[in-house]
């Protein structure tokens, strides 16, 4: 178990439900080991991109901080490749 930094650019022109929803269920995709504490989370909001992405000129982003199983990270980012609405993701092992 090691802890990470987790971040995830949504589509900036989903209202704002959808986008909540959206953001609960990628929350819920990170592979948490057992017994730890819930991902500490900060949503940035709307923020301008450095390039355009799908057409896309502003994205929402969402910062989460945690401990996340090694092994499944890999599952967890390729089943973000799935969601139209996720524009980019990062996953970075912090140092101690």
Do not use: C
């Amino acid at each position: 178990m090691r802890d990470y930094e987790f971040i995830v650019v949504f589509r900036s022109d989903m209202d704002d439900q959808a986008r909540d929803e959206l953001v609960d269920r990628v929350i819920g995709m990170i592979p948490l080991p057992e017994g730890s504490e819930e991902p500490k989370i900060d949503r940035w909001g709307r923020r301008q991109l450095a390039y355009p992405i799908n057409k896309q000129t502003e994205g929402y982003y969402v910062y989460a901080e945690t401990a996340m199983v090694p092994e499944e990270i890999a599952e967890m980012e390729r089943n973000l490749t799935y969601i139209d609405e996720v524009l980019r993701h990062l996953v970075v092992r912090k140092d101690a």
